[in-house]
């Protein structure tokens, strides 16, 4: 059974730094490219950051390019998003995506709970 | 960035009716275009991807339809567990992007 756990949410202050993590078990994790997409409260979706399955590749969406870094552990099947200089808009709940095939198309067919991050004074 | 755009923002259907949801994209996207629906508190889950295939365990009642940049997606007999929020998501080209989303609920 696939399962994605992520953690590491929490509050921090305006400028801050926050690490997420995403656990991912039940699939060979590094045959998958693997992205984080964030909902603030009470909106919709929006894809922040991607990352090939060998680590190779990444891609950011213009709001956290500069900000925030995509990397991940294929030993330890761990995917990690490091968020620097964080903004209140930056509110919100980050769910990690595993992309539904191997090769190529980025649909995601299995997401995580999702963790809350929360950038206020 | 390829803008998607949902239509409606919110559709009210009756229980045992068809629900019929739009999506449209800023320039073609060919077949790369999936849909999920979010039940409050939940993370989404996805029903088709490929404009039209339907993913692993999801019902028959669920239809994808369309290519280029005009897409349907289309419940046959509303359930009601069916009454969420359903957002199409481009993969065609980078950043990836969602529509705004569409809430269906029970008229």
């Known amino acids: 059974e696939v399962q994605l756990v992520e953690s590491g949410g929490g509050l921090v202050q305006p400028g801050g730094s926050l690490r997420l993590s995403c656990a991912a078990s039940?699939?060979?994790?590094?045959?998958?490219?693997m992205s984080w997409v964030r909902q603030a409260p009470g909106k919709g979706l929006e894809w922040v950051s991607a990352?090939?399955?060998?680590?190779?590749?990444?891609y950011y969406a213009d709001s956290v390019k500069g900000r925030f870094t995509i990397s991940r552990d294929n030993a330890k099947n761990t995917l990690y998003l490091q968020m620097n200089s964080l903004r209140a808009e930056d509110t919100a709940v980050y769910y990690c995506?595993?992309?539904?095939?191997?090769?190529?198309?980025?649909?995601?067919?299995?997401w995580g709970q999702g963790t809350l991050v929360t950038v206020s004074s | 960035e390829i803008v998607m755009t949902q239509s409606p923002a919110t559709l009210s259907v009756s229980p045992g009716e068809r629900a019929t949801l739009s999506c449209r994209a800023s320039q073609s996207v060919s077949s790369n275009l999936a849909w999920y629906q979010q039940e409050p508190g939940q993370a989404p889950r996805l029903l088709i991807y490929g404009a039209s295939t339907r993913a692993t365990g999801i019902p028959a009642r669920f239809s994808g339809s369309g290519s280029g940049t005009e897409f349907t997606l289309t419940i046959s007999s509303l359930q009601s567990e069916d009454f969420a929020v359903y957002y199409c998501q481009q993969y065609d080209n980078w950043p990836i992007t969602f529509g705004q989303g569409t809430r269906l609920e029970i008229k």
């Open positions: 995506a595993k992309d539904g095939q191997a090769v190529g198309a980025h649909q995601f067919d299995y």
């Open positions: 990352i090939s399955g060998s680590g190779g590749s990444t």
């Open positions: 039940g699939f060979t994790f590094s045959s998958y490219a």
